[in-house]
């Protein structure tokens, strides 16, 4: 036993005048999964609390990083205390830390303060639909460095989370989900137009997602030249466009359901071909018949 304290109070290496032992060092990892076991066992228990009791997922994902933050803060402080090391013993690795900061990691600061204001004005939140340039999606996670971002397709993305603040984003679900989107029909010349606008009219209404106020608008937009061209606006609860989608093809579907019960031929290209003939032309068409 005497050995072994002897041991653990050998001297490994002196900061000033705080001398550290061999004990004090070992102490540390031992402290270190104490506390990292202890940490996840009370943020998954304090997560669980806010989901059974319906909290905002973007609330609880901002509790939960301010949580670890504070835990780390807390184990760091703990540590020095334990081994008697003052903060000033620091100052001079701060202070070099601080200069590589500011030359070698400023994206990465950028980005890590990015994520807070994120996280904290929630301007994106997760559960949104995005779209960044050419570049749709649904937001899946929002961390401290990067936001990854489920693109339409199912391909995942991680972009910077300064980017998402220096750049124009459209955020379709910001405020909520009410998107306006429209769909165009041609039908034939000589179809009854008013009956056509009734129509479509009819098929929009009958779809549970549109919304009746604003009201949906029928405009008969052109004389097109194939076709009556009609454009019907109406405005739609969706999550993102892939809702959109499908909503704008179930009303088509019933357009033309209703179309063909009505007898109203929607439109195709049609082109007439005018021969100006100068001279007689020698026309023979040769039929060759085969013996079995």
Request: with cysteine; charged share 20%.
């Given at each position: ?36 076991f202890a940490a996840r066992w009370v943020g998954k228990l304090l997560v669980s609390r806010m989901t059974t009791r319906g909290l905002n997922p973007n609330l609880i994902h901002l509790v939960r990083r301010v949580y670890f933050v504070v835990v780390l803060l807390i184990f760091l402080f703990t540590v020095l205390e334990l081994l008697h090391v003052p903060l000033s013993a620091f100052a001079f690795i701060s202070g070099a830390v601080a200069i590589g900061v500011g030359f070698g ?188």
């Amino acid at each position: 036993m005497n050995e072994l304290e002897k041991l653990l109070g050998l001297t490994v290496f002196e900061v000033g005048e705080t001398t550290l032992t061999l004990g004090q060092l070992l102490l540390v990892p031992t402290i270190f999964f104490v506390a990292l076991f202890a940490a996840r066992w009370v943020g998954k228990l304090l997560v669980s609390r806010m989901t059974t009791r319906g909290l905002n997922p973007n609330l609880i994902h901002l509790v939960r990083r301010v949580y670890f933050v504070v835990v780390l803060l807390i184990f760091l402080f703990t540590v020095l205390e334990l081994l008697h090391v003052p903060l000033s013993a620091f100052a001079f690795i701060s202070g070099a830390v601080a200069i590589g900061v500011g030359f070698g990691a400023q994206n990465i600061i950028n980005n890590f303060i990015s994520g807070w204001i994120l996280m904290w004005e929630s301007p994106i939140r997760i559960g949104d639909f995005l779209e960044i340039g050419e570049t749709k999606g649904t937001v899946e996670t929002i961390n401290t460095r990067s936001t990854r971002i489920k693109r339409v397709d199912g391909v995942h993305l991680l972009i910077p989370n300064s980017y998402l603040l220096e750049n124009i984003v459209v955020n379709w679900t910001l405020i909520d989900r009410v998107t306006r989107t429209q769909v165009e029909v041609g039908v034939a010349y000589g179809s009854p137009v008013r009956l056509v606008e009734k129509l479509i009219t009819q098929a929009i209404d009958e779809h549970e997602h549109v919304l009746t106020d604003p009201p949906p608008m029928v405009v008969f937009n052109n004389f097109g030249d194939n076709a009556l061209e009609f454009v019907s606006y109406f405005w739609v609860l969706a999550g993102g466009e892939k809702d959109l989608r499908v909503i704008c093809s179930d009303i088509r579907f019933r357009i033309d359901e209703l179309f063909r019960e009505n007898d109203i031929v929607i439109a195709f290209p049609q082109r007439d071909i005018h021969l100006d003939v100068v001279s007689p032309v020698d026309v023979r068409i040769n039929r060759q018949r085969e013996d079995a």
